[in-house]
């Protein structure tokens, strides 16, 4: 069943803590996203992964970073969480360029 | 470097009304273009894809027509239905192998009896 899952799907956090967001997919995509969602601003691009180990930074990367050890893993780290980071975060992934990515059912983060 | 527009960020309609949101784009490169709806706390799903040749997608009732001279790609449904409120996002693909996927900010659309 091909399937982008996201792991916590909801996480409250203080201001100060690190996060970790998690993401996997079984159809061995290569290309894998981290996008936020904003009322008003859409989809924004944090991150993206060709590969393991090989990572870029999206519009928005500040604040966050990324791992990605396995294909079908691919983790979002935020450092010292700030309140403006609360938001709904999507994970994606895609086999090639003219394929749609499929996205994750998202994890809704506040930070207080 | 690419952009997707979408100007509107709420569309009213009266249910049985014809649908069409509005989706233009900026790409070097003649890009794929996608349409993907969102409902109430749930992911981004694929809505349509525009095809290589002029073939026009169609899903669910839904139809969108790649027009490169204007580089549009806009939503269109005969009438609408109260289960298509939702969000609607336009995205790009550049076709020459690149890997990002760039999103419209979205047009909400509430369909009311």
């Known amino acids: 069943d091909m399937k982008v899952t996201q792991m916590p799907r909801y996480l409250i956090k203080r201001m100060g803590e690190n996060v970790l967001l998690e993401c996997g997919q079984d159809?061995?995509?290569?290309?894998m996203y981290w996008y936020r969602q904003d009322p008003g601003l859409g989809l924004q691009l944090i991150y993206i992964?060709?590969?393991?180990?090989?990572?870029s930074e999206g519009d928005i990367p500040k604040g966050y970073r990324v791992s990605r050890k396995k294909r079908e893993h691919f983790s979002l780290i935020l450092d010292s969480a700030k309140t403006n980071q609360t938001s709904v975060y999507f994970c994606?992934?895609?086999?090639?360029?003219?394929?749609?990515?499929?996205f994750g059912e998202g994890t809704r983060l506040s930070v207080l | 470097g690419d952009s997707v527009t979408q100007t509107e960020g709420l569309v009213t309609l009266t249910e049985g009304l014809p649908v069409m949101l509005n989706c233009t784009y900026q790409?070097?490169?003649?890009?794929?273009l996608f349409w993907y709806v969102q409902h109430l706390n749930e992911a981004p799903k694929l809505l349509l894809k525009?095809?290589?040749?002029?073939k026009r997608p169609e899903h669910q009732g839904f139809h969108a027509t790649l027009h490169k001279s204007s580089s549009s790609f806009h939503l269109q449904k005969s009438s609408a239905q109260l289960s298509d409120s939702a969000l609607y996002y336009c995205?790009?693909?550049?076709?020459?192998?690149?890997?990002?996927?760039?999103f419209g900010s979205g047009t909400r659309l509430l369909v009311s009896p």
């Open positions: 994606a992934s895609r086999r090639n360029n003219n394929q749609a990515p499929l």
């Open positions: 159809m061995s995509h290569e290309t």
């Open positions: 992964s060709y590969d393991v180990d090989s990572n």
């Open positions: 790409s070097t490169y003649s890009p794929f």
């Open positions: 525009s095809f290589t040749d002029n």
């Open positions: 995205a790009l693909s550049d076709r020459t192998g690149g890997y990002k996927v760039v």
